[in-house]
């Protein structure tokens, strides 16, 4: 099969893909659910559209990728070789626009949360979603 896709099409499908509903992302919800949290999805009514809401605690949380979002410490937030400033001004604008969206937020109120894609593989995403889950509930509303 023939690709007709360029590279810069390409990828901005692949960041589409990966923007929403991403397997460690489903991962996280399952657990999250299972453990007795009830939340909504993909809130385009707030600042920076939280990946998920939990309107009972007033709390929302981003699932971040490592590499895109700069996760501090983390071995996949790696910097690429080549075209580097490129990679630097855009990993910086990330930054920005996360710490932004994130005052922006607890301006209006709400608890944010966000859970690293490293923190969701398969043998860890568990432990992540009981924290997490302590975290909101200890919002307290
Ligand atoms: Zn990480």
Redesign the pocket.
């Known amino acids: 099969m023939v690709d007709f896709l360029t590279p810069a099409q390409r990828s901005e499908r692949m960041s589409r893909i990966r923007g929403t509903d991403s397997r460690p992302e489903l991962a996280l919800r399952r657990a999250l659910h299972r453990l007795g949290l009830r939340y909504r999805l993909h809130a385009k009514d707030l600042p920076g559209k939280p990946d998920i809401v939990f309107p009972r605690y007033k709390a929302v949380v981003f699932v971040h990728g490592?590499f895109w979002h700069r996760?501090a410490g983390?071995n996949?937030?790696t910097t690429p070789k080549s075209n580097t400033p490129f990679w630097v001004e855009k990993f910086d604008k990330n930054v920005a626009r996360d710490s932004r969206v994130v005052a922006t937020l607890e301006e209006l109120g709400w608890h944010v949360f966000v859970a690293?894609?490293?923190e969701l593989a398969p043998s860890k995403v568990q432990a992540t979603a009981e924290q997490l889950a302590l975290a909101i509930r200890a919002t307290g509303t």
Request: negative net charge; contains cysteine; hydrophobic residues 40%.
């Open positions: 490592c996760h983390c996949i937030a690293w894609e490293c």
